[in-house]
Structure formats: structure tokens, C-alpha cells
């Protein structure tokens, strides 16, 4: 894992110094039992299915993943030089932990996984993604979904 100390000091202090945005407000709503939960994952790796658009710089968008995917039908173009791939070429749950999910509903710890998952491309100005992330919100709610994982990349 990369740590900021690892880094040169002129990069350590823009990463330290990025803003980071406040909200006015914070959403709650109380989820079920997580053995009742229906979980969908939100990465943001970069992921996208072989064929769908590559993720560019700036690119506040995001990909559909459906649940039933094999890894071999993913792609990631995660465009920031300083990320490191080693962990997706080795195992796809390091970023989309599908496998875990499907175990954990199998041993009926969560209720059920969700059809369809999301990737957005990190390294991204969160406000580029808001219209997104609305977009994605009201699919989740669309899909059932009471909670999700967040995979940060």
C-alpha cells in the first residue's frame, strides 16, 4: 500500500492539500438487518465491461456492471499513473469483491446481492460525478438495494 510519506514532497503536498467538499446536510435512512439487506458495490476502480467506453481524465460517468459478470469480461482504464494494478490482475474482488458478496448471501449473512453494480474512475473531482451519482442512486433504488459497499480505488 502507498502511503504519502512515500511519496516525492511537492506530490505529498498536493494530495494533502486537495479540498475536500462539505455537505449542508447527510442523508439517513435505517437499512434492515443486514441477513435481510440487498448490497450492490460501488467501486471506483475504472472497471468496465469489455467493449463499454474507457474512462477518461475528468470523466465524471460511470459503468453497469451486472452481478453475473466473469472477471474476464472486465476491463479497468483507471487513468491515474500512480495506480497500482497488481491487486486487480491478481484477484477481481480486491476492487469489485463480487465473489465475497455472492459467499456472504450463499451463507445467508446478507439477504441478497444486487443485479447490477457501479464503477466510477477515481482520481475524479467528486463534483464531476455528481449528476452520476444521482443517476446511480436512483438505479440502486430501482435495483432494491438497501445498502452498498463502497470500494475506493
Do not use: W
Request: aromatic letters at 6%.
Amino acid at each position: 500500500m502507498v502511503r504519502l510519506s512515500d511519496y516525492e514532497p511537492r506530490e505529498r503536498r498536493h494530495l494533502r492539500d486537495l479540498p475536500c467538499p462539505t455537505f449542508t446536510t447527510t442523508p439517513f435512512v435505517r437499512p434492515p438487518e443486514l441477513h435481510r439487506a440487498r448490497i450492490a458495490i460501488v467501486s471506483t476502480a475504472g472497471l468496465q465491461r469489455r467493449g463499454d467506453a474507457p474512462f477518461g481524465i475528468g470523466d465524471g460517468g460511470y459503468r453497469i456492471i451486472p452481478a453475473a459478470i466473469e472477471a474476464d469480461e472486465l476491463v479497468m482504464s483507471h487513468i491515474s499513473t500512480n495506480f497500482d494494478r497488481t491487486g486487480f490482475q491478481m484477484d477481481i474482488n480486491m476492487v469489485l469483491p463480487l465473489d465475497r458478496l455472492r459467499e456472504l448471501a450463499d451463507a445467508g449473512t446478507i439477504g441478497s446481492v444486487a443485479d447490477y453494480h457501479y464503477s466510477f474512475m477515481g482520481a475524479t473531482d467528486p463534483g464531476l460525478m455528481k449528476t452520476s451519482a444521482r443517476a446511480v442512486a436512483k438505479l440502486l433504488h430501482g435495483d432494491a438495494v438497501d445498502a452498498v459497499v463502497l470500494v475506493p480505488v
